[in-house]
């Protein structure tokens, strides 16, 4: 469709532009609403990130604090006087150990010997003595194979309020006399070094300071779920698993923190009030990192979360200014709109007058046009490619069928036709998409009056707008004709110099004689075809045949042949037999005999016989071919006819005589052989030499 039909629908139907306006402004602003929630995703995604960088540096401050505690408790059990349980020794350690680890929040350090009961302790000596063979981490200790782990257990005794939770730091101690019972390769199991901190030390330092915003968080859990540290208090030491029950994408997360998994996500549970210290009922979207802590053989993971309020704030200005510069180009589309409607109404009529003068000279032109087709010497017709009706036909058309306009184009152009043309369909003339492909060119003959044509069609769209075929076919009768004659005379001559060349490389008269007649029966389409040929002494007839060579040696049959041939001039086509048999065979055809003289340097040597039935009519252009053959392999013909009378000569020798000659036997091929000899040997004496 073109501006002019666009602009005259438009000004027909106002109310299309305000739609359009209208649709142009929803699909701005869902557009605007779908880039604010991908940059607001990014924004929350990119915000999960920054709080796995947080939790990734608080747990490796977690995991640098247990690695330097029992770094510490490693190194004194290594101590020869501390492993020997000397006094003076120990209690000087110790004394230097707890100077360096208080600051680190360890409450106590002691030592075990191998049965559990404690040896020495460096705040709390009045508990030395005690039997603390029963606690998990003396049991564990017990168990190890390396001195280079080390454990951590709860003190289950001290309160459970989060401030006052106790832990113990335990590492193995190994004698340096190995035990042939204990499997350890660092010797035997001489007891524990330990130290005890209060929890609220690390999660005053690593945990509770690590925060995304205000408003979020960090918790801590053990591989079995079990808070170690949350906001809120009450939740110390209880499964967190359980405890959120009823959060099903909350679960799923603690579950993945248990497995030692990292990652980030979102998530739904109760607000947390600061006010309170406690959960409260309401519920908000949270943005969560969690990752793992690996100390000894235990996991704990980190959570830190920050509600998603928090960080949307992060990009409030930006929604503003979106939602701004959306409205700004909301207002421009319907200012545009009101514009282009006032434009449309002001340049309507100009245009109109525009579209007129166009149609007009698109008339003239088109007149002009089929002026220029009626003065081709060439049949040119334009016909509808879905109905075949006849939309245009030229002069040359109307000469030879009338008036065909709003005629059927197969029924009237085309001979005995009872449908639609083959080479006439839509999948010749229209690509796939349904749009005028390339042009078709091809050459038709037609069966009435023989001619030739050079047809050229193609699709192409009319002055109405559909789309039809345009067919042109030039009458290349005359050419085609030629181009057939010169195919044939170059089929001929390749013909001709191929049976020259194949008979001059011919010596004996049977190899002359198979590819003669092969050749001749080729050209002609006639089996029944021989060849007589005089000998020097005009006292033998050689008869050529495709079955072989045979004579005639009858002198009356001889001078009949003479007498026939000597009254002929040239190439002789006779209704009735020219030769009977018995220079012919009796079972060659006597309808017709055609006789051509063989005149090797204008002398009668012989004829060459075609016989046919008297219904078939030879070519006459065939005949001529092969009168030229015999006419240019006359002299090789002769010469085989001289050789062969020579091998005779030489046969009758051989039987008559006993001189040299007679020991090379009757064989063809020695004959052959001794008469090349003979040729440049003139005696028998020679020749053996």
């Keep these: 469709m073109n501006i002019n039909k666009v602009i005259t629908v438009l000004n027909e139907r106002p109310w299309l532009i305000a739609i359009s306006g209208l649709l142009l402004v929803a699909v701005i602003l869902l557009v605007g609403h779908q880039s604010f929630k991908a940059t607001e995703q990014a924004t929350f995604n990119e915000f999960n990130r920054r709080q796995l960088v947080m939790a990734r540096g608080a747990v490796g401050g977690i995991e640098l604090y247990f690695r330097t505690l029992s770094e510490a408790m490693h190194a004194m059990a290594r101590m020869d006087g501390v492993v020997g349980f000397d006094d003076i020794t120990t209690r000087h350690v110790l004394a230097l150990e707890i100077h360096e680890l208080e600051r680190l929040g360890v409450k106590d350090i002691g030592v075990l010997d191998a049965h559990g009961v404690l040896k020495f302790s460096a705040r709390a000596p009045h508990l030395e003595g005690g039997d603390l063979s029963q606690r998990s981490y003396y049991l564990e200790a017990k168990e190890m194979t390396s001195a280079e782990n080390y454990m951590i257990q709860f003190i289950d005794s001290r309160p459970v309020e989060t401030g006052q939770a106790g832990m113990v730091v335990a590492v193995p101690m190994f004698a340096a006399q190995a035990d042939k019972g204990h499997p350890s390769s660092f010797g035997r199991f001489a007891g524990v070094t330990f130290c005890s901190l209060d929890l609220d030390y690390l999660i005053d330092k690593l945990v509770a300071p690590v925060k995304s915003t205000e408003g979020g968080h960090a918790f801590l859990i053990d591989n079995e779920s079990k808070v170690l540290w949350e906001p809120d208090s009450s939740l110390f030491r209880k499964n967190f698993l359980q405890e959120v029950e009823g959060f099903p994408s909350f679960q799923q997360i603690l579950e993945r923190m248990t497995a030692g998994d990292t990652g980030t996500a979102q998530y739904s549970y109760y607000r947390f009030d600061y006010s309170t210290g406690k959960y409260s009922q309401d519920k908000e979207e949270k943005l969560m990192a969690y990752m793992p802590a690996r100390l000894g053989a235990q996991l704990w993971a980190l959570g830190l979360w920050a509600p998603k309020k928090d960080a949307s704030r ?328 001289s050789y062969e009378e020579e091998i005779r000569d030489l046969e009758k020798r051989v039987e008559s005589t006993a001189e040299f000659s007679g020991l090379i036997g009757k064989d063809f091929k020695m004959q052959v052989i001794y008469k090349l000899i003979e040729d440049i040997a003139p005696t028998d004496a020679t020749v053996l030499i």
């Design 314 to 641: 992060l990009i409030r200005s930006a929604y503003v200014k979106h939602l701004l510069l959306v409205a700004l180009v909301s207002i421009s589309i319907l200012l545009g709109c009101s514009y282009a409607l006032a434009m449309s109404f002001r340049y309507n009529k100009t245009l109109e007058g525009n579209v007129e003068i166009k149609t007009r000279e698109f008339q003239e032109s088109h007149r002009r046009l089929l002026t220029v087709m009626d003065s081709l010497d060439a049949a040119v017709y334009v016909a509808d490619v879905e109905t075949y009706e006849i939309l245009y036909g030229n002069k040359y058309v109307r000469d030879l069928y009338g008036e065909v306009v709003g005629r059927t184009c197969w029924q009237v152009l085309q001979d005995g036709q009872s449908g639609p043309c083959d080479f006439c369909t839509k999948e010749r003339l229209l690509t796939p998409d349904g749009e005028p492909a390339g042009v078709n060119v091809r050459e038709v003959q037609k069966k009435v009056t023989g001619k030739w044509y050079e047809v050229r069609d193609r699709a192409i769209r009319w002055v109405d707008g559909r789309k039809v075929v345009l067919q042109i076919a030039a009458d290349v009768t005359e050419r085609k004709q030629t181009e057939m004659d010169l195919e044939r005379a170059h089929s001929e001559m390749e013909t001709f110099c191929s049976i020259l060349k194949q008979i001059g490389s011919q010596r004996t008269l049977n190899g002359v004689a198979a590819l003669l007649m092969k050749a001749v029966q080729n050209i002609v389409g006639s089996q029944y075809t021989l060849l007589h040929i005089f000998n020097s002494e005009r006292n033998l007839v050689f008869t050529l045949m495709e079955a072989g060579i045979s004579t005639i040696e009858d002198p009356e049959l001889i001078s009949a042949a003479q007498t026939i041939l000597e009254g002929m001039d040239g190439m002789t086509v006779a209704p009735k037999n020219k030769f009977n048999p018995p220079l012919v065979p009796d079972y060659f055809p006597t309808g017709r005999q055609t006789v051509i003289p063989l005149l090797p340097r204008n002398q009668l040597e012989g004829a060459f016989v075609i016989a046919c039935q008297s219904d078939c009519l030879c070519d006459e252009k065939a005949l001529e071919m092969v009168s030229l053959v015999l006419d240019y392999a006359s002299e090789t013909i002769t010469k085989a006819v």
